[in-house]
Nanobody
């Protein structure tokens, strides 16, 4: 059974930093595209950052230069380092794993950036 467990969310002031973690079990993250999505009430879930098995990364334009996705294959863990946070980064952040046509999701962690 696949489990993705996020942690590291919380309340931070504008300009601050947070580091989200996603601990995976039941899958081998090195074989999957791992990503972080976020969602605010009434909005669609949007892709924030992703890392492919070969190490190629993707970032949404809104977070380029501020967020960094990384993974530790030995620990089966993915991180999202978020710097220079803005109020518009406030959202529930979800860890995602894509293997072929299969998507797996964590339950999310709330990030709140106060102005």
């Amino acid at each position: 059974q696949v489990q993705l467990v996020e942690s590291g969310g919380g309340l931070v002031q504008t300009g601050g930093s947070l580091r989200l973690s996603c601990a995976a079990s039941g899958i081998t993250i090195s074989l999957r595209i791992m990503g972080w999505y976020r969602q605010t009430p009434g909005q669609q879930r949007e892709l924030v950052a992703a890392v492919a098995p070969g190490g190629t990364t993707y970032y949404a334009n809104s977070v380029k230069g501020r967020f960094t996705i990384s993974r530790d294959n030995a620990r089966n863990t993915v991180w999202l380092q978020m710097n220079s946070l803005k109020p518009e980064d406030t959202a529930v952040y979800y860890c995602n794993s894509k293997g072929g046509p299969v998507y797996d999701w964590g339950k999310g962690t709330l990030v709140t950036v106060s102005s």
